[in-house]
């Protein structure tokens, strides 16, 4: 779990030390105060990335050229350093405990479950939105996976410029043996966790009357399904098959709830996630993620904010609100006030 968070030239905050409790935190202000930015800080020393930046600089404060969040878990310091860099490209700096280290050595130290209202785009939205979840969480738990979605990413664009090459040029096809074989090598790997992880989600009781489901629509690569397409990548110069054109599928019962789920429906379908994500990252790591929660209540009805209330109770949670009302049924808990 997270204690103290230090933010420097992060976002709207000049300098800003925070202190968090192991059990519930509420960040409370109004609109714009920066409510938000502190549970993307926290994200990032969890993942290395954003859930709301377009672009890394965009995290610096205006006019400044270099950012900073320091995180103090228990015995681990985690260090996030974001500078303009050369001509204006932003670089990224990550140290455990002053150690630098990769994205792939950085990642899953501090270990977190987000849930805000954009994750409703989870449900409705495109297919990349959903595959960038099951990186996100698989990515916390499991550092071979972090390295077989950077390697099969890096042989995805180095395969799809050989197959432009073919059809612009007529290089011969043999160039993309190689590549092939790691793409089958590393998409195997990252479809058989994502499977394991919706396999799970599927298995976990859920405490809402509805029956939720997701259902996997895998894309396999292999030897047999690139001798299907060849002709087809080459036409279009893209690889056609593979876990980057994995999709899952909200049901509710034997309905997609993306077609015929009322907003409630999808609303409560992407909770039920978010609660078995919890639980499959504590199976696997014997740790409690910490739960960042931003200002969800105003989307819930008071049954399933209670249900919310309770869950908050299980674990760290850091929860935002611009409405103090909301935050009646906690009890006493650390608060952090901001002003806009």
């Given at each position: 779990m997270i204690n103290v968070v230090k933010l420097s030239d992060f976002r709207n905050f000049k300098a800003k030390n925070l202190k968090f409790s192991d059990r519930i935190t509420t960040i409370v202000g109004p609109n714009a105060s920066g409510k938000t930015n502190i549970l993307e800080a926290l994200y990032l020393l969890s993942?290395?990335?954003?859930?709301?930046?377009?672009?890394?600089?965009?995290?610096?404060?205006?006019?400044?050229?270099?950012?900073?969040?320091?995180?103090?878990?228990?015995?681990?310091?985690?260090?996030?350093?974001?500078?303009?860099?050369?001509?204006?490209?932003?670089?990224?700096?990550?140290?455990?405990?002053?150690?630098?280290?990769r994205t792939i050595d950085f990642a899953g130290n501090f270990k977190t479950v987000l849930f805000g209202p954009w994750d409703m785009d989870l449900v409705t939205e495109a297919p990349s939105i959903r595959r960038k979840f099951l990186d996100t969480v698989l990515s916390q738990i499991d550092r071979e996976y972090r390295r077989s979605v950077l390697s099969y990413e890096k042989g995805l664009r180095q395969?799809?410029?050989?197959?432009?090459?073919?059809?612009?040029?007529?290089?011969?096809?043999?160039?993309?043996?190689?590549?092939?074989?790691?793409?089958?090598k590393n998409g195997d790997y990252i479809s058989q966790k994502r499977e394991e992880f919706i396999q799970f989600i599927n298995s976990s009781p859920s405490t809402f009357k509805n029956s939720y489901s997701l259902n996997y629509d895998k894309s396999v690569i292999s030897v047999g399904r690139l001798e299907q397409y060849k002709e087809e990548e080459v036409s279009a110069a893209?690889?056609?098959?593979?876990?980057h054109r994995d999709d899952f599928i909200f049901f509710e019962g034997k309905r997609n709830l993306s077609s015929y789920g009322s907003r409630g429906e999808q609303r409560m379908g992407v909770l039920w996630l978010k609660m078995a994500e919890l639980n499959f990252i504590e199976k696997k790591t014997e740790v409690r993620p910490t739960l960042l929660l931003d200002d969800i209540f105003s989307e819930?009805?008071?049954?399933?904010?209670?249900?919310?209330?309770?869950?908050?109770?299980?674990?760290?949670?850091?929860?935002?609100?611009?409405?103090?009302?909301?935050?009646?049924?906690?009890?006493?808990?650390e608060r952090i006030d901001l002003k806009s």
């Open positions: 993942t290395t990335k954003s859930f709301k930046a377009r672009l890394e600089a965009e995290m610096i404060k205006y006019e400044e050229t270099i950012a900073s969040i320091t995180g103090i878990l228990d015995g681990i310091k985690l260090e996030v350093k974001i500078t303009t860099g050369d001509n204006g490209w932003p670089k990224k700096k990550l140290t455990v405990n002053g150690v630098p280290k395969r799809n410029r050989l197959l432009f090459r073919i059809r612009e040029e007529g290089i011969p096809r043999s160039q993309l043996l190689f590549w092939n074989q790691l793409l089958i893209t690889t056609l098959v593979g876990p819930l009805d008071h049954e399933h904010r209670e249900i919310v209330m309770e869950l908050a109770k299980k674990q760290q949670t850091i929860i935002t609100t611009a409405d103090e009302h909301f935050l009646k049924g906690f009890g006493k808990v």
